[in-house]
């Protein structure tokens, strides 16, 4: 190993061996699977607690947890007295659920969506989940924040001939109907942990007595309410680790606080540096440095050469039609592609992103999103050798509602899929089931498509009740998905910054149409600006080439700005 090798491994063993309570600065690329995994496996120093709880947000993520141990030949890492899972799954399991009533069962969604639950006045209608309920600090309560309400949603609110008070005590009076129902989301599930934790402290003995320490990995993804309950396990004398990257807190929409997160990592009193990139190359760090606040040095690149290729800045128009290079005219992602073959990357390791989908290629926006897409997006996923549990979740979803309305076309097809299930007297594992075995059938989306998917309805077994009636229930319209670009069958990747966060790419398009992004980029402060910190996640996912796609009015300054902060750029 190279110098900078030997530091970086050196820091990530003071993360693996220190003792809780612990902060730990984990810039992107730091290794922090390995260090949270390695300082799980060599097992908890206390004699009575030999449990570990390793929380990740996403199921994804903590299956990530449980593969690493398996291949070190530890699955016995992963059960019990273990816990490798989510945040969600374990404040439902070990601080809502032993106070939960035997007379008042709770099903707790991850949406409000899964319920299909609406807000009406004046015959305009907006999802419930439409509104952001956020928890107001050191209390129960909560309040709806105008600011983050979708802006369809709230020029239809405008539009109805009620102010926003009257939409708000509606809100509010839907979810409680549906809270008394037994249904509560992440936020409810939250605002009754910390109501436990306050009113038994017996709950934070059980997780003492089990529990060495709780391992937080993608702390600056916790919410405001995240950050309380945690403050509050840690005053109760659990041992808390908490691994962070503060720079890429781009969840404000969620309520995630930075000054809250600090507060919290002041009060842990230890905190460790990972500042050693073992996945981008040295440019990129430089680039991403300055979507950073604060003047602080770039972070180390393990293995940069001499030979890292330059940023590429494309100059390019972007329309609502779409986006075209200056002064060739063609897509911005050809011309990266481009790039890109000429580092020997191939295209399924480029990856094009954008704050908004609507910004990204035409192939890739979303498109009204029609039964038939739905469907065939549902059949692509379900035939995909990397879809993770989330996407296979909804896809077989997206299967058994087209099954329940063909099979029980009597049914109340607007609500939940768990309430037209109860209806047909189905389990949910069953219609999964039939889901699953439906959707594999299916063959390739093609112009006949919709009359294979009702041939296929008809010719599925059906469970006992069941009762089609004629053509109700059959697929119509057309499916439309982005096209297959290369000869192995898959698309490109293309996404939003948001869903791509905890990917990475040989090579990373950022698209940036935005009119002020030299004058935010150069002269914002990505502490406040939380878009200069969603550009920082997209430019860090890339390993060996980035291109920013920059409107060329923006390009002078941009391309200045990074060459005084040392950035090698190539306008292509």
């Not at 996404?495 to 990475?504: T, Y």
């Amino acid at each position: 190993m190279n110098a900078a090798a030997d530091q970086a491994a050196a820091a990530q063993q003071q993360a693996i061996t220190a003792a809780a309570p612990l902060f730990v600065r984990a810039c992107p690329g730091a290794g922090k699977t390995h260090v949270i995994v390695s300082r799980h496996l060599r097992g908890p120093a206390a004699v009575l607690r030999d449990g570990r709880a390793l929380l990740s947000y996403t199921r994804a993520a903590a299956q990530q947890i449980r593969d690493r141990c398996h291949r070190l030949g530890r699955p016995d890492a992963t059960g019990y007295p273990h816990y490798v899972g989510t945040l969600d799954g374990f404040l439902w399991n070990h601080l809502v659920i032993p106070h939960r009533s035997p007379e008042r069962p709770l099903q707790l969604l991850d949406s409000w969506d899964r319920v299909n639950a609406t807000v009406t006045l004046n015959h305009r209608t907006v999802p419930l989940s439409a509104f952001s309920f956020i928890c107001r600090p050191g209390t129960y309560a909560d309040v709806i924040r105008r600011d983050l309400m979708p802006t369809a949603y709230l020029r239809l609110i405008q539009s109805s001939g009620r102010n926003w008070d009257d939409w708000v005590r509606q809100a509010y009076t839907v979810r409680r109907d549906l809270c008394s129902r037994g249904y509560v989301t992440g936020h409810e599930a939250r605002q009754l942990a910390l109501q436990h934790l306050d009113r038994d402290p017996g709950l934070a003995d059980t997780l003492r007595s089990r529990f060495a320490e709780l391992v937080v990995d993608e702390g600056q993804d916790c919410s405001s309410t995240d950050v309380e309950i945690l403050d509050r396990l840690h005053e109760h004398g659990v041992p808390l680790v908490v691994v962070a990257d503060p720079d890429q807190l781009i969840y404000g929409w969620r309520d995630a606080d930075p000054a809250r997160l600090a507060a919290l990592e002041n009060k842990l009193g230890t905190t460790i540096v990972l500042d050693g990139n073992w996945r981008s190359t040295g440019p990129v760090c430089r680039l991403a440095n300055t979507l950073r606040t604060g003047r602080r040095p770039p972070d180390i690149a393990v293995h940069t050469t001499t030979a890292d290729p330059p940023v590429i800045l494309l100059p390019a128009v972007f329309t609502r039609t779409g986006n075209r290079h200056l002064p060739s005219g063609r897509p911005v992602t050809d011309i990266f592609l481009q790039h890109a073959h000429q580092h020997g990357i191939s295209p399924q390791q480029c990856l094009t992103t954008a704050h908004r989908r609507a910004h990204l290629p035409a192939a890739h926006r979303p498109n009204g999103a029609n039964t038939a897409t739905r469907l065939a997006h549902a059949r692509r996923v379900l035939h995909s050798a990397t879809a993770g549990h989330d996407l296979l979740d909804s896809a077989c979803r997206t299967g058994a509602r087209t099954l329940l309305r063909y099979w029980y076309p009597h049914l109340d097809h607007t609500s939940s899929l768990e309430d037209q299930s109860i209806a047909a007297g189905l389990d949910l594992d069953t219609i999964a089931r039939h889901a699953y075995a439906f959707l594999h059938a299916l063959p390739e989306p093609g112009p006949n498509w919709p009359k294979a998917v009702n041939q296929r309805l008809k010719d599925s077994p059906r469970p006992a009740g069941a009762a089609p009636q004629r053509t109700t229930g059959y697929l119509r319209g057309t499916a439309t998905l982005p096209p297959r670009t290369d000869d192995t069958g898959r698309p490109c990747p293309a996404d939003n910054i948001h869903q791509v966060k905890g990917a990475e790419y040989q090579a990373v398009l950022l698209l940036v149409p935005d009119d002020d992004a030299g004058i935010r980029w150069i002269n914002g402060d990505p502490a406040t600006d939380e878009l200069l910190r969603t550009w920082y996640v997209a430019v860090t996912r890339a390993q060996r080439l980035l291109g920013i796609g920059i409107g060329a009015d923006q390009l002078p300054a941009i391309t200045e700005h990074l060459r005084d902060r040392q950035v090698p750029v190539l306008i292509g």
